[in-house]
């Protein structure tokens, strides 16, 4: 491995993991030489789906039930920085990691015309190989904010702005660090160079009209925190571009919601209980 690969820790999220895991940690195991596992549900069948990954190169943290998305990341990059990693990538289980991945993720956080912050990979729905209009490109530009799925962190940048808000919990967890690092002086790259395959919720397909959609199928909870959260991240750090962009995707998503989804009342209801919240949110 190239020596920044060497500097370079994986860490994967898991909750109530599927087989699928092992695989995407074999991939990351080809590119790093350490993987940090986040077990987000510490019961049986977790465990038996973990208990096959390779026990010298892979270290599984057992957390006290679902700690949150925040949390789960945060304990992963603590254990890699405390091993002596300079660098931390970090992953949930919707994604797939792509050969050569890392390098072009350290190729464009080599750049010297800018103070890089958080580098990223460009993204690709995994039910249909489409690749989003915004992730296409080549080389790799700046942006407001990344998923965290993906992510490349360094030592230095932790060092300045902190890790993940956990009192976030999930959702918007992404926008506030990108943000923050933004705000610091630092300038977040996407890599057009790489494709992360990634899927949100359960991408069930559905026919909406005379087109194939793909449902989150997310659950009151994830649209209480969705709701809370993106007007906890605006009243820190305004609307920007990033802020524009998420409510166009926002207002898709609700369309498939209203139209198609299934338990349509108390999704509603929990917005519109995370909207008060976020507006009623008092910052720590």
């Not at 690969?5 to 790093?32: C, F, K, M, S, W």
């Not at 300038?187 to 494709?195: G, H, I």
């Not at 949100?200 to 997310?218: H, I, Q, T």
């Not at 990033?242 to 209203?258: E, G, M, Q, S």
Request: hydrophobic share 45%; proline share 4%.
């Amino acid at each position: 491995m190239p020596d920044d690969a060497e500097r370079t820790a994986g860490v994967v999220l898991a909750y109530h993991p599927t087989d699928e895991i092992r695989h995407n940690v074999a991939r990351l195991l080809t590119q790093v030489p350490h993987v940090f596992v986040v077990n987000n549900s510490p019961d049986e069948a977790s465990r038996a789906t973990l208990d096959d990954l390779d026990a010298d190169r892979v270290t599984v943290l057992e957390q006290d039930g679902n700690v949150g998305v925040a949390a789960g990341f945060n304990a992963g990059m603590r254990a890699a920085l405390d091993a002596g990693f300079d660098f931390v990538w970090i992953f949930d289980q919707d994604s797939t990691v792509a050969d050569g991945m890392l390098d072009a993720l350290h190729r464009a956080r080599a750049r010297t015309d800018v103070k890089v912050g958080i580098v990223g990979p460009a993204l690709r729905a995994a039910e249909t190989g489409n690749v989003y209009d915004a992730d296409r490109g080549q080389g790799s530009a700046p942006i407001e904010a990344l998923i965290s799925s993906g992510a490349l962190f360094s030592r230095a940048l932790l060092d300045e702005i902190g890790l993940h808000d956990e009192a976030l919990f999930i959702d918007y967890v992404d926008h506030d660090i990108s943000l923050r690092a933004a705000r610091a002086g630092y300038t977040n790259l996407k890599v057009f160079d790489t494709l992360l395959d990634h899927r949100f919720g359960d991408s069930e397909p559905a026919r909406f009209l005379w087109r194939k959609v793909y449902l989150a199928n997310y659950s009151p909870m994830r649209h209480y925190y969705t709701s809370r959260n993106r007007v906890i991240v605006v009243r820190r750090f305004g609307p920007g571009k990033w802020f524009r962009d998420d409510v166009r995707y926002a207002a898709k998503a609700w369309i498939k919601v209203l139209v198609c989804e299934r338990g349509r009342p108390k999704k509603v209801g929990a917005f519109f209980r995370g909207l008060r919240d976020g507006v009623a949110y008092r910052e720590v």
